[in-house]
């Protein structure tokens, strides 16, 4: 059993950046991979990024260049550093997981890009 708490969502201006982070519990040693997805109102969840078991990362071409994934397996968490925001990033960013033989989602955190 794992569970996934995300932090770090607020109100920022366009271009500037947050981190975003998921804290995991539970049986950590069943996570294989991690990732991010965001999910604006009316608008289908969107993959964002994975964070495989080994570190590599992969992105959403919509963010390739301004987000950074990462884990410290140390602390059990996994970070979403977002860069030079824009408006169409305006989202609930959910941290998942797959776990053992199935996925885990956290509850999500807002991110708002706004003048």
């Known amino acids: 059993q794992v569970q996934l708490v995300e932090s770090g969502g607020g109100l920022v201006q366009p271009g500037g950046s947050l981190r975003l982070s998921c804290a995991a519990s539970?049986?950590?040693?069943?996570?294989?991979?991690a990732g991010w997805y965001r999910q604006a109102p009316g608008k289908q969840r969107e993959w964002v990024t994975t964070?495989?078991?080994?570190?590599?990362?992969t992105y959403a071409t919509s963010v390739k260049g301004r987000f950074t994934s990462s884990r410290d397996s140390a602390k059990n968490m996994v970070y979403l550093q977002l860069n030079n925001l824009k408006p169409e990033d305006t989202a609930v960013y959910y941290c998942?997981?797959?776990?053992?033989?199935?996925?885990?989602w956290g509850q999500g955190t807002q991110v708002t890009v706004s003048a």
């Open positions: 998942n997981a797959f776990a053992g033989a199935s996925w885990v």
């Open positions: 539970g049986s950590i040693s069943e996570i294989v991979n």
């Open positions: 964070i495989a078991h080994d570190g590599t990362t």
